[in-house]
């Protein structure tokens, strides 16, 4: 009797149910798109390092004609260095955080294959401005830089591309060759990302000891840990502005701050997605909810009578939660079968991670536990009512 009633509020009620089915259908849909679009996010921010706390980068533009500009940087550094709060000063081309940036095509070992790698023109001072670590090898000297129009031998890479290209980071000696030019690794270093940090060749970085003074000029500064940031962009712009040669300052900031605008739009993209998720849990709750109200209504007359003809109340639950949970296991069937079929366009489109299944079975169980808790909240509620109540309702 309890199948065959079952079956009977299986065909009686399919508009509700088929509504319940599609509506968890599509909450799967969006629900693990967006969950794969969110890890790609905090891939992103998990994996971009924090370095250069208190250095600050400067960018700045000499207006005057027929001007010894090399000069005219030197002079700019003695005055910075000269500032009690500032302890270290860098010439370096382009800013870390800063986006674009010139790049290397690297020839891999054993392969025709080339990787394409960021690459950053700075002098020694480079590595303790930016406070990283020297994990294998040396860092620069001041023998080893030379200016922008002299070719250079030697190199720093970042752990990351010592380990794409040679398995391992102790590979100091060893010599990286791009194009017609070749490089002795002197020192590895880490954590350190190219200035187009959020691209695949921004994890792999190469430093070549080769200052790049000229009308532009751009420079690191840090300053002392304990110095306000405020305080410290003005104090150095300030220091820039009142020397005798104009000059106008393009761009200057805390790489911080960098750091953070480039990922400010994984920020915002994880807020609204998590947004998302939450609200399309909401509405299969509301909806199950809805259902699950309009079953018990439609069939309480029915539970009652089950009752007074001996028919227990836990086989009827069990018939109840056995139905709602068929109609949540079409629902999730058909939404991680529109999720499989759309995947491969939704990463052709979005540049997301693969689909995983793993995804489809987690929000799957949890959308079936959700229907589980609100039919057993039902049961509950019936279960306190008396047979005449429940008849004469």
Known sequence: MIIKTTLQFLAYRKLPYLLMAVIIALALL?????????????????????????????WLKYLEQDVDYDMQAKKDEAILLAMAEVETVSFATPVPFGG??????????????ELTSSVFYADEQFVPTLAVDIIAGRNFTSNDVVSSDEDTSVALINKALALKLFGEYSVVGKVI??????????????????????????QFVVVLPQVKLGKWTSMLVK????????IAQSMLENALQQQALKRVIAK???????RAAGLRKDFALSAMLSA?????????????????????????????????????????????????TLVCMLGVLLGGLLSLLLSPWLQSQFSIEPLQAEYILGFGAAL??????????????????????TIYQ
């Open 252 to 258: 200057s900031g805390a790489l911080p701050s960098y």
């Open 30 to 58: 969006v629900m693990v798109n967006a969950a794969a679009v969110l890890n790609k996010a905090q891939g992103e921010i998990k994996h971009t390092p924090h370095f250069g706390e208190t250095t600050f980068s400067v």
């Open 100 to 113: 674009g940036g010139p790049e290397l095509k690297l020839q891999q070992p054993n392969s025709n294959d």
């Open 368 to 389: 079936q536990i959700l229907v589980l808790v609100i039919v057993q909240l039902h049961l509950m509620k019936s279960q306190k009512q008396t047979i005449a109540e």
């Open 223 to 230: 300053f002392a840990p304990d110095t306000d940031t405020a």
């Open 177 to 202: 060759t791009a194009g017609d030019s070749s490089y002795t690794v002197v020192g590895v270093i880490d954590p350190l990302v190219g200035a187009n940090f959020k691209s695949t060749r921004g």
């Open 276 to 324: 998302v998720m939450g609200a399309f849990m909401l509405v299969v709750f509301a909806t199950v909810w809805g259902v699950v109200k309009f079953n018990f209504v439609a069939r309480q007359k029915t539970m009652g009578i089950l009752r007074a003809l001996g028919i227990s109340h836990r086989k009827q639950s069990i018939a109840v939660a056995g139905e709602f």
